[in-house]
């Protein structure tokens, strides 16, 4: 167990975090949570699954430093349409994780009751196994009345589809009428989105050293303040957090009005 969780720790961390929230935080943040299989490999768990259950345990201690700093708003890549291509066995592996996951997340009073978070499971769920989408729509369901903050977990998902798929709809309200063609301009296809009324994103973190985007929010990103870091997800800190909020605060003192 971290020292974060003895008494001393405790009230480090809270003054840290409240720190933290006294400064500019962002409205939106996106994580690319990176490096799950190198941590698998380093620590020899066995397999890159047991580096996925460690990073969903490093997501959700994270979540509660990021909701008591005040951000209200989280977008996680959680599987991206191109982890297909990865073995039969490591898909298996992250569908299974995710049924575990949106069911714990179900009946999780501490994270989702606690804060009211909503959470949202956006990308091509139809690329998903049956069990799988069900357990997101009734996650999706359950909290959609929570209204503090929202988890936006990104699965099956590509920042090209999310806007492939926006276009089509609103080709689709052209179509049917409800929109007529000269109305149709960015703010439409914005609104279109699979991250709906969520703000813009305001910082980018991805872990482990890789400095892409991968094809994650691109529309949402298009004015965000990026932050690669080197350590890989499982192992984040929360001095790798305050870290990067520091360095977003900074420039937000620097350049108030982007
Ligand atoms: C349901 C839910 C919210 C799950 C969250 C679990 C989680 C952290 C999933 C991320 C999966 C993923 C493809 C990580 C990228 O690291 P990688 O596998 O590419 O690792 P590498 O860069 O070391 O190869």
């Known amino acids: 167990m971290s020292w974060l969780a003895n008494p001393i720790g405790r009230l480090v ?6 720190v933290l929230s006294s400064g500019p935080v962002p409205d939106h943040l996106a994580i690319i949570m990176d490096g799950n299989r190198r941590y698998a490999k380093q620590n020899r768990l066995g397999s890159a699954a047991a580096g996925h259950y460690r990073g969903f345990d ?3 201690e994270m979540l509660f430093w990021l909701l008591d700093v005040g951000i209200t708003n989280v977008s996680v890549y959680a599987f991206s ?7 039969d066995e490591e898909v298996g592996a992250l569908m299974s994780l995710a049924l ?5 997340l179900l009946s999780d009073p501490d994270l989702i009751h606690r804060y009211e978070v909503k959470v949202l499971v956006t990308g091509d769920l139809s690329l998903v196994p049956r069990d799988v989408r069900a357990a997101a729509e009734e996650l999706m369901e359950a909290t959609s009345g929570n209204n503090k903050c929202v988890l936006n977990i990104c699965f099956a998902y590509t920042g090209c589809y999310d806007i492939g798929s926006a276009v089509d709809r609103v080709a689709a309200r052209v179509a049917e009428g409800s929109l007529a063609p000269s109305d149709v301009d960015a703010a439409a296809v914005r609104d279109s989105l699979l991250t709906g ?14 400095k892409r985007l991968s094809d994650f ?3 949402q990103c298009s004015r965000a303040h990026l932050a690669f870091i080197d350590t890989l997800w499982p192992d984040l800190s929360l001095w790798d957090v305050a870290g990067v909020l520091l360095d977003y605060q900074d420039t937000r003192w620097r350049q108030p009005c982007r």
């Open 217 to 219: 929010l691109l529309w």
């Open 13 to 18: 961390k809270a003054g840290v975090l409240k």
């Open 100 to 104: 575990d996951k949106f069911r714990a």
């Open 58 to 60: 490093k997501l959700r």
């Open 197 to 210: 009324g969520m703000p813009p994103v305001d910082l980018l973190l991805r872990t482990s050293g890789e």
């Open 81 to 87: 349409i191109d982890n297909f291509k990865r073995s």
